[in-house]
């Protein structure tokens, strides 16, 4: 029978079926971080039950840290108690822990695949909606709650009801400044946040196979914004030059056992999907949202849309969000005046993220008035852009270059916009008051941000660099 | 968990579609392990921009203060994963949500703590509410998990559907981990194979520190 990737690696997990229906999940990969997981160590310390394998478990602290330089436990007043809870909880339990001070800490969904946590063809669990991002080197990935945290804690599997299977099929080369997270912004515009919802989704076409790894796992990281149980990519030679002779990897003749393997995680020809969507990106251009959840988005050129032209089921959200974001309809996106750029969090905080953005401003200076922020997505990042003299291109620009964690994306670390500030940022969710009491946020590309730190206006990297030429 | 069965109490419409998990139970500034989630839930949508109560929101009128029944829109519960947009309903008393939907993690986080949600049919989900609308608080619904229905004031009862063991774990309260270790043998078993079929996944060594 003809299967999908999903399927094969589905069925290969499956270890057996609950009494509930629920199929039984092996999971390969968990990854922990400190907002969630001392609820769990708690739950198992009081009943009484074990780690199943600690040796399969790892923990990062990513959501609470500071990124201020010289940070400790106790720079953000409001995290320490989560680390230090963290700490404990791993030691306790003898499970690999990035410290805060760890060389490799940096956010998990940065730090699994940059390491060779995770694998192609292997299961993966995190205590966050963005779990899915190492799709980006073929795993398939769950997000999950506390509850289902302490449940893999205890029994390596999660009860899972199977997903059904889409597949988005991306087509067409990707113009210069356009990257991955304009594709995802643009998949969630046309689907919607809820449009695939109770599927796990397979990328697949010509403009998938061209990216690279960093925008793969872009791509993936925004699947949840569509509701979507798993989003990934299957490996293919780029993954495995990607992987190779990272420190968790299989080495050796272990390595070429591996690979065989995962030569064969692709969906056969003719397997059946439930749901397909296909997207010409040839055409595309940068993608920015202008409301409050994530497929309000626009074209760089675009306007704020007329309510009228929306359809019908999404119009009281529109009326809403143009006055949470103090937008009225038809105003053009660039020019608007922006107070704060982000770029970082596990969307777009990988080295060429950082590349792509520091190409914009090498030479150029921030505007006056905004607040500017790069934070790499791990140490290991940070130290790779700092040899490659990044850091010296942002902070000579103007810019804050931070330790790395979430920091702005949820502001869980007090990384926090002023209210009624407009802030361009990198993250995924443009929810009102994520990044701060009534700050306004657009999402958007790192060279997007770029530009419009430099411009102190929503500006399209495409224009500004064809200025410098 | 806590089982549940059968709650009887005021239900409050809260209309609008794609809530998410930000609002439900923000990041505050201040916070620690032993957080506040009474305190929590829509912590910044029950507020004015002075701090002061907003008395337009649907929670904070008098006649809703202590319902045990939200009654929302389309795929609620989006967004993050934390399972503080769960404990901060029960909390509050909260033991029903009525959707049309839900965010699927949101609803798993639901099912792990004795959080019914509902989920009816459009047309029925809008007959619901506008009978909840014009009770405005002054006669109490039952949601009634045995026999799958919601009794209350201006129609007949309403029947809903959720799969039948989501229902048994409900009524009975019953420990999802303590259901999955009855398979520890077979996982057991799952991990001799993957060693011989996939050993590298079995085994997550730092090569670096290999001896």
Redesign the interface.
Known sequence: MQRTLFDKIWD?HR??Q?????D?I?I??HVLHE??A??AFAQLEK?G?PV?RA??T?AVQDHTVATKPGRDDDTNP?GS??IK?MRDGCRKNGI?LFDLDDPEQGISHVVAPELG?V?P??THAV???HASTVGGVGALAF??????L??IL????M?LKRPQRMRVKLDGGLGAHVSAKDVALRIIAEIG??GA??YAVEYAGAAVRVMPIEQRMTLCNLNIET?G?SGFIAPDDTTFEWLARR?????GA?WD??LR?WRTLTSDEDAAFDREVALDCAALEPQITWGT?PSQVVGISGRVPDPAALDP?RR??ALNAFGYMGLVPGTPLVGLPVDRVFIGSCTNSRLPDLQLAAEIVRGRRVAEGVVAMVVPGSSSVKREAEAAGLDRVFRAAGFFWGESGCSMC???N?DRGQPGERCVSTTN?N????QG?KVRTHLASPATAAATAIAGRIADARQLAAGRS | MQPFTRHTGVAAPLLKDDINTDQVAPILHTRGLKEDYRAMLFHRARRRDDGSEDPDFVLNKPQFRAAVILVTGQNFGAGSSRESAVWSMLANGIRVIVAKSFAEIYRENCLQNGLLPVVLGSDAADEFIARVIAADGQAPFTVDLSTQQISGPGGPDICFEIPAAERTRLLEGLDDIGLTLKHSDEIANWERRAKTAQPWLQSARDSRRSA
Do not use: K, M, W
């Not at chain 1, 609950?18 to 629920?22: F, K, P, S, T, V």
């Not at chain 1, 997000?143 to 289902?148: A, F, L």
């Open positions: 290969f270890v057996a609950r009494a509930d229906g629920r039984l092996y390969d990969r907002l969630h001392h609820h009943q039950r199943r040796d399969l790892f409001s108690a989560f809870a690999r946590i694998l063809g292997a205590p966050d909606s997000g999950c709650g506390t509850s289902e302490a449940h205890t029994t390596q599997v009860a946040v809820a919802r109770g509701g149980r420190p968790f990897v299989p080495q272990a056992g591996a393997y959840d089921s009281a959200a949820a502001g869980g007090g969710r929810f009102e008051n994520r009491s």
